[in-house]
Each structure stands twice: as structure tokens, then as C-alpha cells.
Nanobody, 123 residues
Framework: QVQLMESGGGLVQPGGSLRLSCLVS????????IGWFRQAPGKEREGLSC????????YYSESMMGRFTISRDVAKNTVYLQMNSLKPEDTAVYFC????????????????WGQGTQVTVFS
């Protein structure tokens, strides 16, 4: 059974950092691309970053580049999203999602989703 489970969200002050984790089971990271998305209240889901399956090539939305870093540990079946210099507008529920085998900008092209983890940036 394919499952993705996010963790690492929480409360943080502006300028702070968080590292989100996406633990996957039921498939190998060598076969699935994993993307990170977020959705703020009243807004559409937004793509942030993705790491491809075989080669682990990383992609970022322009607005996230420089602040967010995606990485993975294949042995631990975990993909990470390091988020630095957080801003109040980063407040959202963050999701990871999987698809075979390439990254995509479109959330509808992902087959499997986690439940999400809440990130709140407040002063």
C-alpha cells in the first residue's frame, strides 16, 4: 500500500527555519518523483519543489528558489524540504505527493498524496 506521511510542521517566527519530512512507504524513491506543494486558506494549491526519481534532479518554483531546498535519503525512504527565512505568507498546509517517474508542475498529475502538515509563521 502506497503511503506518504509529512511531518515537521509547526509554529515559527519570521526569519526562522523548518525542515519538513515526507516518509514514503509502498514504493521506492528510485521509481517515484516526489513533489512538495502547499495550500493556504482561500488559495489554490501551489507547487514548490520536486525531486525526480532515478537521478534525483531537483526543481523549484521561482518564488521558492534560494529559500527552500529539497533533498532525499533513499535508504530512509524520506524526502525533505528545508525552509529558511520563513515569512508570514509561507503559512499554509504543506503536502508531499508522488508520481511516476518525472516531476510535474501540475498537482493533478500526482497520484499519491500525504495528509499534510501545518506550517504557521507568526510574529
Amino acid at each position: 500500500q502506497v503511503q506518504l506521511m509529512e511531518s515537521g510542521g509547526g509554529l515559527v517566527q519570521p526569519g526562522g527555519s523548518l525542515r519538513l519530512s515526507c516518509l514514503v512507504s509502498g514504493f521506492s524513491l528510485g521509481n517515484y518523483a516526489i513533489g512538495w506543494f502547499r495550500q493556504a486558506p482561500g488559495k489554490e494549491r501551489e507547487g514548490l519543489s520536486c525531486i525526480s526519481s532515478t537521478a534525483g534532479i531537483t526543481y523549484y518554483s521561482e518564488s521558492m528558489m534560494g529559500r527552500f531546498t529539497i533533498s532525499r535519503d533513499v535508504a530512509k525512504n524520506t524526502v525533505y524540504l528545508q525552509m529558511n527565512s520563513l515569512k508570514p505568507e509561507d503559512t499554509a498546509v504543506y503536502f508531499c505527493a508522488g508520481r511516476v517517474p518525472w516531476c510535474s508542475d501540475h498537482d493533478r498529475e500526482y497520484d499519491y498524496w500525504g495528509q499534510g502538515t501545518q506550517v504557521t509563521v507568526f510574529s
